[in-house]
Nanobody, 109 residues
Framework: QLQASGGGLVQAGGSLRLSCAAS?????MGWYRQAPGKTRELVAT???????TYPDSVKGRFTISRDNRKNTVYLQMNTLKPEDTAVYYC????????WGQGTQVTVSA
């Protein structure tokens, strides 16, 4: 199981950095989010070699990265918008592990 951390309350235009630590080596990873009343969506992926993908909704604002020595994946979120408000989760990509509790990100207007 993976646990995301680093969420919080931030004003629109602000930044947050999320972290996801694994107990062992990890391969392809993804960050996901779920807003109230909506289905969970993928917001970033990274392969074991560092190749990344993003949906258009976050492209240019979010950056996923990884530190393989620490078995940790990060999500740098810049220029946050109120519509980014959601619970953010990390998991493998595609998701194969039990979902953790996630970390709440709230962006105020």
């Amino acid at each position: 199981q993976l646990q995301a951390s680093g969420g919080g309350l931030v004003q629109a235009g602000g930044s947050l950095r999320l972290s996801c630590a694994a107990s062992g080596s990890i391969g392809g990873m993804g960050w996901y989010r779920q807003a109230p009343g909506k289905t969970r969506e993928l917001v970033a992926t990274i392969t074991g070699f560092g190749s990344t993908t993003y949906p258009d909704s976050v492209k240019g604002r979010f950056t996923i990265s990884r530190d393989n020595r620490k078995n940790t994946v990060y999500l740098q979120m810049n220029t946050l918008k109120p519509e980014d408000t959601a619970v953010y989760y990390c998991n493998t990509y595609p998701p194969r592990l039990t979902w953790g509790q996630g970390t709440q990100v709230t962006v105020s207007a």
